[in-house]
């Protein structure tokens, strides 16, 4: 498939296209738009975000419209709603509007499973689903906590590699992790030390909003990523986050303590040497924050 058309070539190729798949749509990869055609041949934004007909109300972790826009190519995955399974396909494509001016956008196809492989019973599909779900799961979960683990990150910052991510602003990288913790493992046992993560992990979950993320970056630390969250706000939300984990008792363990450390960013632009830096400037405040008082 070509890279560059002109206005009327794709809808040719749409045209050719939509008999044969389920949805063929032109996606703004930057706003996550859905973009129609004007009868007089110009790109006009719809008012249906393409993360919608997943029965999502935010942005798909793995975007591939716009992981394939970063990347100038193709990005293909698999989308479950309910019972049903699709194959999603974006590339990026040029459009020459018609005042010359060129617009990178990406391309969608998606095709349903259940129909085009002819999957005779639900039961079946029910199968594909839960692989599909399972091969997600054992790839970017950790499987002591089960948040995200750190090739969840490493993947992100692969596709959005030198971009600015437009789509998050005033983002928080919150690094933390266990004050003492190899005392507690010393002490009452690495099972206790695994119970102390399992639970530290999840009192954070549950105090993130969606569109945040959580993730285990190594041994006892922990990345939690906010985006939209002004950074006079950090904080009250750093002392709240310390505050729910300082409720977590086990067995004979005292009240655990979290150190947490931070480095924030209006408009990040993200690569591997960015990400370094940043995660950098919060380790070195968490660091600093170690030799102060017990962090509640």
């Not at 309910?82 to 040029?94: A, G, L, P």
């Not at 001016?101 to 029910?126: C, M, P, T, W, Y």
Request: a negative charge; one cysteine or more.
């Amino acid at each position: 498939m070509k890279t560059n058309y002109t206005i009327p070539e794709i809808q040719i190729t749409m045209t050719y296209l939509e008999p044969l798949f389920d949805i063929v749509r032109i996606v703004d990869s930057d706003k996550l738009i859905v973009l129609s055609i004007t009868p007089e041949g110009r790109l006009q934004p719809t008012e249906h975000h393409c993360y919608e007909v997943w029965n999502r109300s935010e942005r798909c972790e793995n975007c591939t419209s716009q992981q394939a826009c970063l990347a100038n190519g193709q990005i293909n995955k698999y989308e479950c709603v309910e019972n049903n399974v699709f194959y999603v396909v974006s590339k990026s494509i040029t459009l020459v509007e018609p005042s010359g001016q060129k617009r990178l956008v990406a391309l969608e196809i998606v095709s349903h499973i259940n129909d085009h492989f002819a999957v005779e019973e639900i039961s079946s599909g029910n199968k594909i689903l839960k692989t599909i779900q399972e091969t997600n799961r054992k790839i970017y979960e950790d499987p002591l906590t089960h948040v995200f683990n750190r090739r969840y990150l490493d993947d992100r910052v692969f596709f959005y590699d030198g971009h600015q991510n437009t789509n998050a602003r005033d983002v928080a990288f919150i690094l933390s992790d266990i004050r003492d913790f190899k005392k507690i493992n010393d002490t009452y046992g690495h099972l206790a030390g695994d119970e102390v993560l399992k639970q530290y992990a999840a009192a954070i979950k549950k105090m993130i909003r969606r569109r945040d993320t959580i993730l285990r970056y190594g041994g006892d630390e922990f990345l939690i990523i906010l985006s939209e969250c002004p950074e006079s706000t950090l904080p009250n939300k750093i002392a709240s986050f310390a505050q729910a984990v300082a409720h977590i008792k086990i067995q004979k363990v005292n009240p655990v303590y979290v150190d947490f450390g931070y480095a924030f960013s209006h408009n990040p632009v993200i690569s591997n040497e960015s990400l370094r830096q940043i995660i950098d400037r919060a380790d070195a405040m968490m660091y600093q924050n170690k030799r102060g008082p017990i962090p509640v």
